[in-house]
């Protein structure tokens, strides 16, 4: 979960678009993984790579569209904390250890059912709405000759 902190920092401070995608991507990468050894059921965990990877990825290729000569500049301070943070983490083994109060938590029972069904029809409300929004033909970067 600190990795997780360290990254979200790391995503506030960072200036550049590309910077920010792949720390997007790593954070989501951990919450997946930390929800796979939480909930002992791959299912979950999956629908959420699925879901935000796919999300971040259009993100990506927009800004790889939109910004193709930047040059990726990331200084060498940076990469010695972050070295040094990845060391650390790499010897505490404790943050994986997780109690059994949290295997206990199933998405689709009691209280969580209703939460989950609400996100699930705001989600596809919003790829509907979006899909409807972005037409072939008034596409955001398409260029008309």
């Known amino acids: 979960m600190k990795m ?13 678009p590309m910077m920010m995608i792949s720390t997007l991507i ?3 990468l951990l919450y997946s993984l930390l929800m796979l050894w939480s909930l002992s059921s791959f299912w979950f965990s999956y629908m959420i790579i699925l879901v935000l990877m796919s999300g971040v990825l259009v993100v990506f290729t927009y800004m790889m569209g939109v910004l193709p000569n930047e040059s990726f500049e990331v200084s060498s301070l940076v990469m010695i904390v ?4 990845l060391t650390y983490k790499y010897f505490e083994f404790d ?9 206990s938590m199933m998405i689709w029972e009691g209280t969580m059912f209703i939460m989950s069904l609400l996100l699930v029809v705001y989600l596809l409300g919003m790829m509907v709405i979006i899909v409807w929004m972005s037409m072939m033909e008034k596409g955001a ?3 008309i000759y």
Do not use: A
């Open 4 to 16: 997780v902190l360290l990254l979200g920092v790391m995503f506030i401070l960072s200036n550049q």
């Open 95 to 103: 943050e994986f250890i997780l109690d059994e109060s949290m295997s």
């Open 26 to 28: 790593f954070i989501i």
């Open 141 to 143: 970067i398409r260029i």
């Open 82 to 85: 972050m070295g040094l943070v």
